[in-house]
Structures are given as C-alpha cells and as structure tokens.
C-alpha cells in the first residue's frame, strides 16, 4: 500500500509539471504567434539637469550613457512601452503635452528601421528614421525642461 | 597851332599827370582842374559802347583754322631700340648665342637639398617622409580619434555569445512573464540591453530647432540632441 501510494505521488509528481509546462507552452506559443512579428519598443523619460545630483532609481543600466551628458542630475520621470508590429505606429505621451511616435518599418533577424517622431504643440521637433541594432537603443535628448533637459531612451526588442 | 604854357598845364592836370605847378598854373589860367577831369570822365562814359563787340571771332575768321603739331615736331620719326642695339654689340661675331639660364646652371651645379638643414628644426629625422610627420602632427593636434558615424560597422565584442544568449533566455523570460507586451520594471531588470549605435537613414527637426547627433563610443548608443532655440520645453 505504501509503495503504491509512493508510486501515485511519483508518478503525480513527473506528470503533472509536465502538463503545466505543456499548457504553459502551448501558452507561451500562442503568445509568441500573436508578437512574433512585432517589435517591443520602449520609451523612457529622463529628466537630466544641474539642480540635483546623481542617477535615481531604475537608470543604472544607463548611467554610463547619460554621464556622457553634461548633466550631473538624472532622475526618471516615467517609462512606457508598447509592442508594435511592422508598419504600426503607437504614440507614447511625455511630460510637457509632448508626444513621441514610432513606427516600425521593418525589422530583420539584426535591426529593426524605426520612424520616430517627437511633437510639441508647437509643431514638430524631431522627425527621424533610424536603424536599432535587435535588443538595442538610441536616445533624443535636448528639449528643455525644468532647469535641465529630457533624454527619451528609445529601446526596441524583439 | 602850338598850346600855350597854361593849356599844357590844363592838360597834364586833366589828365591826372600833372605836378603841382600845373595844377596851380591852370587855377592861374581861371580853370578848375576838378571839373575838367569830371568832364573828361562823363565823354568817356558817353562814348563806351554798350556792349563789347566780339574781336576774338572776327580775328579767328581772317586767321583760319590752323594746327601747329608741336608734338610731330620734336619727335623722330622713329624711336631708337636701344636693346637691339645693344644686343648687336653682345651679339657680335657669336654664330650660336649663349643661355644665360644654362650657363648660370652650370656653374652653380644642381641644387642641395634644403631638408636636411630643415629637418632638424622641426624635429624632424632626415629620412623622415614629411607627409606622415605632418598628418600625425594634424591628428595629435586636434586630438583626433577615429569614431564611427552613423555607419553600421561594428562588431560584437568577443562576449557577445555570452550576452546573446542571455538575451535569448531573458526574452523567453520575458515571454513568459509579459502580459501586453510592455514590460514591467522588474522584466525590463531581467533584459539585457546591447548597446548599440543605430543607423540614421533620415533625420529632420522642427524650424526652431538645432540637432547634433553624438557618439561617445564604439558602443555607446547613439545621441541625437535636438535643441530648441526658442527655448521650448518638451
């Protein structure tokens, strides 16, 4: 009786993980089938100025990058993110009523072409088309604000 | 007729170069030389014509036209070449005229080399190319460093295997744990990033605005700095 129960258990213990990871495949295809083909871009918004120093929270991964800047103060004002298959375009919202478009025009198995496009109420301040190294990124940087400058990360991957 | 002592002296008087005995002599002789020369002066008066009459026309029509080439006149007919005449006298008696320029060459022999007095000035070795001693000069002058614009040459360094393939495993990751595709804080932790450059195919800006595209590195992601002159905040 021990050993038959001993048996269920094993056996129960084998076959079950194996169905969950088969459904949890059969999940992770139908999730890979529906953004397969699309590019997951994500805009992040730093805010870098002399007012403040040091890298806040979540920009370690980018510090070395933004030290380049002559800033000595950074601090993330937001991220936001999107996938977005080829020739889709979504519009990511920052500080100031400004707005950030992008548009993916292609993507092969090691750049993906990005249209990106960055708007005030003013009229446009950046239109540019640009070719991502897959699982890389760019960064706009310039317009004022708040005694200092926003850097928009721009990150695509697939 | 002969004039009487007085009337000389009235006349001398009148006309204003008289002494002053005629002066005298002719106020003895009952006359005013003051009014004998208002008088002269009012006939003199009377009789200038009103208007002049133009001589210079009358005379020119008896001359004629006439031209006096005064400048024909004093020079020869033909200017004296003072190099031919000179040369003659050199050339004299020569059948094959000598040149100057090979002669002076022969005589001084071909010219040294001016870099050998040079090059140590500027420190220089002798058997230095001056082309390369320049360019290098020109790139640790300007601090030169060669960087790549906006091209996609660039390779992986040698650990790109292994960032690949935890990218491959944090995109499963990723896939699994993701919900709408945007990636929450703690998945964006699990992604590596390869930093890259990009390729800009194209590149526009608002008006007002400035661009400048950076790079600090083989590997660092590319810049594009955008500045707004009206001081606009994005």
Known sequence: MNLFRWLVVIVLSVAAPAA?????????????????????????????????????????RIEKHLRNLNYEGFSLLSKDGASVAPKASKKFNVVGDKSVKVTVLSKDEKRARVRVQVTSPKGKLLDTTVSIRRNGFFMVAGPRHKKGVLVLPIFARY | MGLTETEASRLRAEDGVGSADDEKQAVAGGHDPAEDRAFRQAVRAALVPEATPPLADTVMARLGSMRSDVRGAVQEEVAPRIADSVMSVVMDGCANPPRVSEAIRAEAGGPQSMWSAIAPAVGADIGQDIGELLRGSVNAEGNFEAMGWMTPRRRFAIGGLGVAIAAAAAVLFTIGLGGDGVGSAATSAMTPILDAPVDIEDLEVGASSLVQVLQFGEEAPTIIFVSDYAGDEL
């Open chain 1, 20 to 60: 969950a990871s088969a459904a949890t495949g059969d999940l992770f295809a139908e999730k890979k089938s529906a953004t397969g083909e699309a590019v997951k871009i994500r805009v992040w918004t730093v805010h870098a100025s002399n007012q403040t120093k040091g890298v806040g929270d979540g920009l370690e």
